[in-house]
């Protein structure tokens, strides 16, 4: 193994694979910290996040999100990045499980949950460097949203199907 770079909250590294097939493949591999996403629902609806993401120059609609600093719990970061990315405070946080982000490149997971009974708060403030506008939508708009394609997140996609799937059909 051969580390690439080493940052505060990431490591690329390249190594020698060997595959399940016993052919062996020099790969780049990302290994960040892990992180978190929550989707906030009060009754009939969420809050999503429009925020600008400089890596492809766009606005996404987006759940709020944001990495485990070392020695955090999942659900203390989800609780920490509801306050700072909606100034909302959930009273209930349901865990919905993790998944693998990309897979094919890095071993990031990002752990999922619902939060529910939200309170206003401002215990903690939002970073500096995010641009972001905090906007409570119905859930029926944001089942749209997905199948018209604006809202395009894989996140949030998942928590939208995780925490609201079952309470809509929005496939057909």
Known sequence: MTEIYRGPRLRIEKSIFRLPNGTEKERIVVRPLDAVAVLPVEGEYCYLLRQYRFAIDA????APAGTIDPGEEPQETAHRE???????????????????????????????????????????????DEEIEVVRLPQKEIH?????????????????????????????
Not at 59 to 62: G, P
Not at 89 to 117: Q, V
Not at 149 to 168: F, N, P, R
């Open 82 to 128: 509801m306050i700072e990315e909606t100034g909302l405070c959930p009273s209930r946080l349901i865990p919905r499980g993790f998944i693998y982000t990309t897979p094919g490149f890095t071993t990031e997971r990002l752990h999922l949950f619902e939060a529910r009974d939200l309170v206003p708060s401002s215990e903690y403030e939002r970073d500096e």
């Open 144 to 172: 749209r949203m997905i199948k018209a394609g604006q809202i395009c997140d894989a996140k949030t996609i998942c928590l939208v199907h995780l925490c609201l799937g079952s309470t809509l059909n929005y496939m057909l």
């Open 59 to 62: 606005y996404l609609w987006e």
